[in-house]
């Protein structure tokens, strides 16, 4: 198939979210990256580690540099992350005199769970503004069809006479839920990562606090007492959530497709799929794929409980395996509250037709 579903050529009409995806990106990532060695050059200073003037001209070349894109795969896959070759080309482009404030006393992880939190505190508020946004649909759609008629249906036979609104409220009422919950989990998740080696901070000849005081107020980010680098449950959690909100959208394309059948005729979507081979099908595209990307994520979640699994004071599978897994989450269910709000705005009638 080649490319990955969301970057394929074709696929990536149905599965891509490019505002979802932009923070996740290579670039991005790399950009996130660079930010925290240059706010931990200077927190260095800050914390007296090393002089004030030596810091800020450290994060100075560490924010001119450039880098080598084919080196850092090369060091990835030689060190199995990409810090390692990162710290050289900074250290490479940058005085002698200044390597005592580059990344001194940091570890890879601490760059690149920092850099992971900071995309999250970019994507974090995406998702509850279109949670938002998807609510609101909703009960617009309740205050303008609400009262129409419905088939109850249990176990997806005929049951008793319901309106709109009963249905709708099933799609409706879990996103406030949602977003409360991510409200609530959203501190547990925007904190600094920086431990050391080792996870300690001892390195630093008992200014390890001090600096990580100054790097999360630089960073605008919570500064938890001691490194999460083996406490991985802030991801596990966020993982849940996502697989819970794509569960929820999954449900409400679920029942549109089915409201959609021919036979039934209880909901008419604007702009469905065309068939190669039968004309007279209309295919509640939209609706279909708010159950994929619900299954997908679910699939998915498992890999981020492994990877809860992480061996004494650092781990390289569980982590190797939060990157495999977690930004196909992220992608997936921004994809599925996003085509869930088109899902509802494509909506032309909803209600049991007239007998």
Do not use: C
Request: hydrophobic fraction near 50%.
């Amino acid at each position: 198939m080649g490319p990955d579903p969301f970057t394929h050529p074709w696929l990536g009409g149905l599965f891509a979210d490019e505002e979802v995806a932009a923070p996740l990106s290579a670039q991005a990532q790399l950009a996130a990256m660079r930010r925290v060695e240059a706010a931990y050059s200077r927190a260095l200073g800050t914390a007296g580690v090393v002089e004030a003037g030596l810091a800020e001209r450290a994060a100075a070349a560490i924010e001119a540099a450039t880098f080598d894109m084919a080196a850092l795969r090369a060091g990835t896959a030689r060190d199995g992350v990409v810090v390692p070759d990162l710290v050289k080309q900074l250290k490479a482009q940058a005085e002698a005199t200044l390597h005592p404030a580059i990344h001194r006393g940091l570890t890879s992880q601490d760059v690149t769970d920092s850099a992971l939190v900071l995309a999250l505190k970019d994507l974090l508020p995406l998702f509850d503004a279109r949670l938002a946004a998807l609510e609101a649909a909703l009960e617009a759609l309740i205050a303008e069809h609400g009262d129409a008629p419905l088939m109850g249906r249990t176990r997806m036979q005929a049951a008793l006479p319901v309106t709109v609104a009963d249905r709708v409220e099933s799609w409706r009422a879990p996103l406030a839920d949602h977003r409360a919950r991510l409200a609530e989990m959203t501190p547990r998740l925007m904190r600094l990562q920086f431990g050391g080696a080792v996870g300690t901070r001892h390195v630093l000849g008992g200014k390890g606090d001090a600096v990580a005081a100054a790097l999360a107020a630089a960073l605008a980010l919570g500064n938890p007492p001691k490194a999460w680098h083996a406490m991985r449950d802030g991801l596990g959690e966020l993982a849940s959530w996502l697989s819970l909100v794509a569960g929820t959208l999954g449900k409400i394309g679920q029942d549109m497709a089915l409201m959609a059948q021919q036979g039934i005729d209880e909901i008419r979507l604007s702009g469905g799929g065309g068939s190669s081979a039968m004309p007279h099908k209309q295919n509640p595209v939209r609706a279909e794929l708010l159950v994929t990307l619900a299954r997908y994520t679910a699939t998915l979640l498992p890999g981020m409980h492994h990877a809860l699994v992480h061996e004494q004071e650092r781990s390289g599978t569980g982590w190797a395996l939060e990157w495999l897994v977690l930004p196909q989450m992220l992608i997936a269910t921004g994809r599925a509250l996003a085509v869930a709000g088109e899902t509802v705005a494509a909506i032309e009638r909803i209600g049991s037709p007239a007998p």
